[in-house]
């Protein structure tokens, strides 16, 4: 999985145009520069969304509570497999798993909120898939440099561990170049700014407390301790993921209307 994301993030970023050197002496909020400053992002306040775009069947449900119970490994594949293609996928959210891992008061609750993630999800899809069309940045801050050390850092560590090189790491593990790597790390970036240049355009700004609830929710999703998150985690993933959430929620207020 890992090695088909970077792949396609490639892939679906390689239209921005894209230029470096020039300093960065813009400073601004938790990033430490002004996204806005960077990144051209088209008019899309007449961007049409239709409800078809974004209808949400029984099916849809189906399979997220399919792909929801399987992430958390709460069965073995065979019983999901065979749960969903008998239609008794809902049976196996039980009371227990209810109040362990969400916080609905009922089944039919979670499937309204279930609802309501996908309609959002739909609606961000149709929109970013309009940006990313016609954004672009001209050139990158200083940040980004440090972006993709942190990230190297990372990938060094777990090729010491491996007595292998983090080249080889890379090679083995996404089946890419190293500088085919660190290009996937730019793009990387590059995503965090037009989502960082979009918040700002919205005025959307995060909460003190958001990071660290982030922080425990990614580590309660993937099943580790916030160290180890944040050895992989950069502050700027950290934030983007914020911003990706608070994004999806008011785009789904504005073109849900």
């Known amino acids: 999985m890992k090695k088909i994301l970077i792949l396609l993030f490639v892939i679906s970023l390689s239209f921005l145009l894209i230029s470096c050197g020039k300093a960065d002496t813009l400073n601004s909020d938790e990033y430490g520069f002004s996204a806005e400053k960077y990144v051209y992002l088209p ?8 409800p078809s775009d974004y209808a949400v069947t029984d099916d849809d449900i189906d399979r997220y509570i399919y792909f929801e119970l399987m992430s958390k490994n709460l ?3 065979e019983t999901l497999n065979n749960a969903l293609k008998d239609g008794k996928i809902k049976q196996y959210l039980t009371r227990q798993i209810l109040e362990k ?3 609905e008061k009922s089944l039919s609750e979670l499937i309204e909120t279930i609802r309501h993630n996908i309609q959002r999800d739909r609606i961000w899809d149709k929109f970013y898939e309009y940006i990313i069309e016609y954004a672009y940045a001209d050139y990158f801050p200083k940040q980004k440099d440090e972006y993709l050390k942190f990230k190297m850092d990372y990938i060094s560590s777990i090729a010491e561990t491996e007595n292998i090189t ?19 790390l730019t793009y990387d970036f590059l995503e965090i700014m037009v989502i960082k240049a979009i ?7 995060c909460e003190s407390s958001d990071y660290e609830d982030k ?20 502050k700027y993933d950290i934030y983007n993921e914020i911003y990706l959430d608070l994004l999806k929620e008011h785009m789904y207020n504005l073109k849900s209307r």
């Open 75 to 77: 069965y073995d594949n």
């Open 215 to 234: 922080l425990t929710e990614i580590s309660l999703d993937e099943g580790t301790d916030e160290d180890s998150i944040k050895k992989y985690y950069s």
């Open 43 to 50: 008019d899309y306040g007449n961007l049409k969304i239709q």
């Open 199 to 205: 918040a700002d355009r919205e005025g959307i700004q």
């Open 101 to 103: 891992y969400y916080s």
């Open 166 to 184: 983090p080249k080889e790491y890379i090679e083995n593990e996404y089946n890419i170049s190293l500088s085919e790597y660190r290009e996937s």
